[in-house]
């Protein structure tokens, strides 16, 4: 499991809150909450974590990418099943970090893009006699959904050997970068969000 640091927010910065949160080495993260006893005096509570790798929010998409997800495409290439999300709370930099960053000062690329440039790479060289399919779905209240294929509702099934199996997702063929971003741009928007529910 690999960990990224998001520097504070504008509105924690304006509320001068404390960054928490402090990246000791390549595996090491220590929290340092502030709590309160019962008899209301503050105190410190230190916790300690380790994990794969830890980066400090400076850390560009680049060198994530480099270290951590570029080692399982080249797995993928050698017939290994491999697996790559993004999981965090709100704000945490899931989208930063797998969608790139657009601002005009600092345009880095997410990781699905830096993926698929090598990816497509690999197919138009080493790998010519492969094709590329990708699929996408969302699971919202324990319910799946084909996210392109017009939401549809799909199931979900184990078969005779024990394979979990999600019955008619729709695989769709992707020949270039451009096509595979519009793809999971187009699938991230018909996601349910708080705003949004398809019913
Ligand atoms: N490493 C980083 N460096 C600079 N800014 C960052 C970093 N990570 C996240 N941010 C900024 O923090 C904000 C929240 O990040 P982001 O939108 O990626 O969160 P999220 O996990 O996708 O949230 P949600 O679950 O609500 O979609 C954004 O403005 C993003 O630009
Ligand atoms: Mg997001």
Known sequence: MVIRK???N???LARSDQDIIEVGGQQQLTVREIKVKVDLTKFVEESNFKFDRV???H???ESIYLECIRPLVDATFRKLKTTCFAYGQTGSGKTFTMMGNNDAQSQSPGLYLLAAHDIFHLLKTSFSHLQ????FYEIYCGKVYDLLNDRSLLHVREDAKGHICIVGLQETQVVQI???ME???YGMSVRVTSFKIYM
Do not use: H, K
């Open 183 to 185: 793809l999971i741009n």
């Open 132 to 135: 590329l399919f990708i699929s």
């Open 6 to 8: 998001r520097p504070l």
């Open 59 to 61: 850390v560009q998409n």
């Open 178 to 180: 451009s096509s595979l």
């Open 10 to 12: 504008r509105r924690e």
């Open 55 to 57: 980066y400090d929010c």
